[in-house]
């Protein structure tokens, strides 16, 4: 789940970060309100993913006019697959510093990474690229957590010693923050030091690890329709409790297993070919399951072909050969597919197959180069 930056600033609020005053608004005439109440304000759109302020959904604004004029431009924009549909119009503030500061999640380390940096307001990726001696990085011990010498630390080696007094134990609210909701990612860019000397977060990124989600129901009040994506189909699959991701070709591509989608998505591409789609239907896929996944395949008007690959582990061959003819039958299926099946009950899986009228690929590469045969001919009809 990735809240949006007011949502984001209402956690950071509750952990004892400091925040710039704003209101919500989903019309121009609110922002002219708020601009009203608050003075001169930050028009922004509220979607969640970087890159707002160069895609133009970002506007200062003096008077109530101005935010009025702002809303109106940023309102209904598409920014990176996402609609604009809510601003956020914060109390302007005179910026005397910006800084970056991050918590994540650190794969390759296995544990949490604070990231800190004296080039606050630009992409982190971009400093990493071209000053990487002006990020500082901390992976706190799991168990005792980030300590304040560490924190301390981190700050002088920033380059930002002046500001360890106040800077240690915001960074140390963060970090608890990110714990304590079974953060992704918890960022602030930029963190502003303001006129009077209070360090505030201008921005905010808080995305919640969706298998954890079962503990933090009170953040359901954050849910939006088109979370995940703001792509529609991968909207519509998550709500139909798929893990799938839409591609831009045109086989569609099912498997078991994110190692074994993956290793397919590659032989389609080895073959000529492209995925419309990446789709795990899981361990223990029952037939109800693998009928839900071709149907939401076909929900992409640019599937030509399909192209099934099961290893049979936990996931039985005849059970989900039974979930494909159901599929087909039941939802009429007209665009070809082929089915590589192996493992557990593949010969049974295999015969069910071929005496429904679907004949099984022998191996994965095969299979793969008569999917993308299917959907080459698909498309020149």
């Known amino acids: 789940m990735k809240l949006l930056e007011y949502q984001a600033k209402e956690e950071f609020t509750s952990a004892g970060i400091a925040v710039n005053p704003g209101r919500v608004a989903i019309t121009a005439d609110e922002a002219a309100t708020a601009a009203e109440e608050l003075g001169p304000v930050a028009v922004k759109a509220q979607v969640p993913i970087g890159g707002r302020g160069k895609a133009g959904g ?3 604004a003096s008077t109530p006019s101005e935010a009025r004029a702002a809303a109106e431009a ?3 924009m598409d920014i990176r697959g996402y609609r604009v549909r809510e601003l956020w119009c914060e109390k302007a ?8 500061l991050g918590v994540t999640l650190d794969r390759d380390a296995r544990r949490m990474v604070v990231i800190l940096s004296a080039a606050g307001g630009m992409d982190i990726e971009e ?5 990487p001696e002006k990020i500082v990085k901390l992976h706190p011990d799991a168990w005792r957590g980030a300590q304040p010498y560490e924190l301390r630390a981190m700050c002088f080696d920033a380059g930002l010693g002046d500001l360890a007094g106040k800077l240690a134990p915001l960074i140390g609210k963060l970090y608890a923050l990110a714990l304590r909701r079974d953060a992704l990612t918890c960022e602030i860019n930029p963190l502003a030091v303001v006129a009077g000397g209070d360090v505030i977060a201008l921005d905010g990124k808080l995305e919640v690890d969706e298998n954890a989600e079962f503990r933090h129901p009170d953040l359901e009040k954050y849910r939006r329709e088109e979370e995940g994506s703001g792509d529609a189909l991968d909207a519509e699959a998550r709500k139909r409790g798929l893990t799938y991701v839409h591609l831009d070709g045109n ?3 099912l498997g078991n297993g994110a190692g074994l989608v993956m290793n397919t998505l590659d032989l389609v591409k080895a073959a000529g070919g492209s995925a419309a789609n990446f789709l795990d239907i899981g361990g223990g896929a029952q037939a109800e399951k693998v ?3 071709l149907e939401m395949v076909l929900l992409d008007p640019n599937v030509k072909s399909i192209f099934i690959n099961i290893f049979g582990g936990i996931t039985r061959g005849d059970e989900v050969a039974r979930g494909i003819i ?5 939802l009429d299926i007209k665009v070809p597919m082929v089915v590589r099946m192996t493992g557990t009950a593949e010969d049974e899986g295999r015969r069910l197959l071929q005496e429904a009228g679907i004949t099984p690929g022998v191996s994965a590469p095969e299979a793969a180069r008569k999917a993308v045969e299917l959907a080459q001919a698909g498309a020149a009809r």
């Open 251 to 253: 086989i569609g591509v």
């Open 326 to 330: 159901a599929a087909r039958d039941q």
């Open 291 to 293: 009928r839900n996944s």
């Open 74 to 76: 940023i309102l209904g």
């Open 127 to 131: 400093v990493a690229a071209t000053q």
């Open 58 to 60: 970002i506007k200062l």
């Open 93 to 100: 503030a005179q910026v005397e510093r910006e800084i970056y």
